[in-house]
């Protein structure tokens, strides 16, 4: 499976693209159950701090189970939510994990758009959006605006995939058309949910594409391409996961140690998002480079965590500072 020119063109043209069926309902399942084991884990953590009582939902199905703990217990949900999405949201590091980052019917997409080195970026992450959650709902931004200004003209690919089917009720992604070629808008810090935002008057002119999707579709989008989601006002937990890839020439920081990372270096000489670690998914020249094995995947992303290497961000300004 790739993207034919049609779609390579979409893509292009319009910034965004949805491609269905590229994960089997099979497909997902392993990634499903490794979420469901972390639950149960937490569980059984908040039941020995006293958190949680006997009721913890194990027969609900994975699609309202978190929603269901949510609404029984808002604290123990949100501590879910945290072991789930980890340190910046990239915690989650078992091998479901690395073979949904690897899998090969999207790796050949990604090469249509970006060739055939592929870097997967650090930025991945994983978004149960329970109804409930407080988080749930982003504002509109461009990727780029968490990465470093000298990414911009580098292509970063986001794959958001859902788990389970994405619907306007339960907060599909929304993407304004035809936006991501004239750079980056001017975001704020402190948006909606702490994200960063696009205010109203700075969003590009296009109507807003609601994009429902089936579970195992995948939108693409360019690291310039608005996108934002909204409340979801379901009993389903939309559970999905955004992936990034660019080529191997777009900076990253594959052969550096955090400890090597000074905040204060030329931002030029970082990778586009310094504070995690990148990893090599495709390298036909040297297949060595490919990080397939669990304990190496584990290794680079806990070294980031062992060593926070923060981004030094853009500056952008606090939304409360804003002119009326
Ligand atoms: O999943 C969402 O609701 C937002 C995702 C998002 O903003 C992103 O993938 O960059």
Request: hydrophobic share 35%.
């Amino acid at each position: 499976m790739s993207l034919t020119p049609t779609e390579q063109r979409q893509f292009n043209d319009l910034g965004y693209l949805v491609k269905e069926d590229i994960y089997t309902h099979a497909e997902l399942q392993p990634l499903k159950v490794a979420l469901t084991a972390l639950i149960d884990r937490t569980c059984a953590t908040l039941q020995e701090e006293g958190l949680l009582g006997e009721e913890i939902f194990a027969d609900e199905p994975f699609e309202t189970r978190l929603g269901a703990l949510f609404k029984a217990n808002t604290e123990a949900g949100e501590r879910i939510n945290s072991a789930i999405m980890g340190h910046g949201g990239g915690g989650f590091k078992e091998q479901a994990m690395l073979d949904f980052l690897r899998h090969s019917p999207l790796v050949s997409c990604i090469e249509s758009l970006v060739g055939s080195e592929i870097i997967g970026s650090s930025v991945y992450r994983i978004r149960p959006k329970a109804p409930g959650y407080t988080r749930g709902a982003v504002p509109w931004h461009q990727d780029s605006g968490y990465f470093l200004p000298h990414c911009d003209s580098n292509l970063i690919v986001t794959c958001w995939i859902p788990l389970v089917d994405a619907t306007i009720d339960n907060g599909c992604l929304y993407v304004l058309p035809n936006s991501h070629q004239n750079g980056i808008v001017r975001h704020y810090t402190g948006g909606q949910g702490g994200y960063l935002e696009i205010a109203e008057e700075d969003l590009p002119k296009p109507e807003p594409i609601v994009v429902e999707m089936p579970a195992g579709s995948v939108l693409f989008m360019s690291n310039l391409t608005p996108h934002a989601s909204f409340e979801n006002t379901t009993d389903i937990v939309r559970w999905s996961i955004d992936l990034r890839y660019e080529h191997a020439d777009a900076p990253n920081n594959i052969d550096e140690h955090p400890k090597d990372f000074d905040p204060e270096r030329d931002p030029v000489t970082m990778a586009c998002y310094p504070g995690e670690g990148d990893f090599v998914i495709q390298d036909p020249r040297h297949p060595e480079r490919e990080v397939t094995d669990i304990e190496d995947f584990q290794e680079i992303r806990m070294r980031y965590e062992r060593h926070p290497a923060r981004s030094p961000g853009r500056g952008w300004t606090p939304i409360s500072e804003q002119q009326a």
